[in-house]
């Protein structure tokens, strides 16, 4: 059973980087054809798929939020973490991270995500 575990400070100030990092057990980031991302909820809103890094390290971006956003991992300790740059107040929402596959490509609903962690609520704020 593979498990998800985000971890990272729950206030961030306005125009600073959010960086959260998720530990992955039960299973390896490496596996073949399985995605890693983060998706986030803003307060009363919907589900919104931020990126993925995949199994062989390619990452993909929302290209609403490509320009600020940043995903890597560290093969080592089973982890893969999320940069957002620049953030705002309209930033504040729940970070989750999840694990999508096998697929052959990446999919951005996040529906197709059936492993997640807990959820960290982030807020932006000075």
């Known amino acids: 059973q593979v498990q998800l575990q985000g971890s990272g400070p729950s206030l961030v100030k306005p125009s600073q980087t959010l960086s959260l990092t998720c530990t992955v057990s039960?299973?390896?980031?490496?596996?073949?054809?399985?995605?890693w991302a983060w998706i986030r909820q803003p307060p009363g809103k919907g589900l919104e798929w931020m990126g993925a890094?995949?199994?062989?390290?390619?990452?993909y971006y929302s290209p609403s939020l490509k320009s600020r956003t940043s995903i890597s991992r560290d093969t080592s300790k089973n982890q893969f973490s999320l940069q957002l740059s620049s953030v705002t107040p309209e930033d504040t929402a729940v970070y989750y991270c999840?694990?999508?596959?096998?697929?052959?490509?990446?999919?951005?609903?996040?529906?197709?995500?059936?492993?997640w962690g807990q959820g960290t609520q982030v807020t932006v704020s000075s």
């Open positions: 890094i995949a199994y062989d390290g390619n990452t």
């Open positions: 039960g299973g390896s980031i490496t596996s073949n054809r399985y995605y």
């Open positions: 999840t694990r999508g596959g096998p697929w052959g490509i990446v999919v951005v609903a996040p529906s197709h995500y059936d492993n």
